[in-house]
């Protein structure tokens, strides 16, 4: 039997898939780059309201213009509203 769900439950699963996608994407830069474990890491959400930058990344849907930067965990992290994620660290190790 199919589960039908609100459109309003939709939104949200959809919203909260995208959150973890953009987490996983910077996270996961940081691991492969430095080397480190994810759990070495702060929380993202220290350096950055990860719900805002959803909303930001999600209306600019393949936007060449747009370019998002912040620092977190001694880098600057670059994200491109065509979904490109890249780190640049300050001091080459993580925390």
């Known amino acids: 039997m199919d589960t039908i769900v609100s459109e309003s439950e939709y939104y949200s699963m959809m919203r909260q898939m995208v959150d973890e996608e953009i987490v996983f994407k910077i996270i996961g830069q940081f691991t ?6 994810f759990t070495e890491l702060p929380p993202l959400q220290e350096s950055v309201n ?30 491109t509203g065509e979904g490109s ?11």
């Open 50 to 79: 990860v719900d805002a930058l959803e909303s930001l990344l999600t209306r600019a849907d393949g936007n060449q213009n747009l370019l998002v930067q912040f620092e977190y965990n001694d880098a600057v992290v670059s994200l």
């Open 85 to 95: 994620v890249l780190v640049h660290p300050l001091d080459g190790h993580c925390e």
């Open 32 to 37: 492969e780059l430095e080397g480190c474990d």
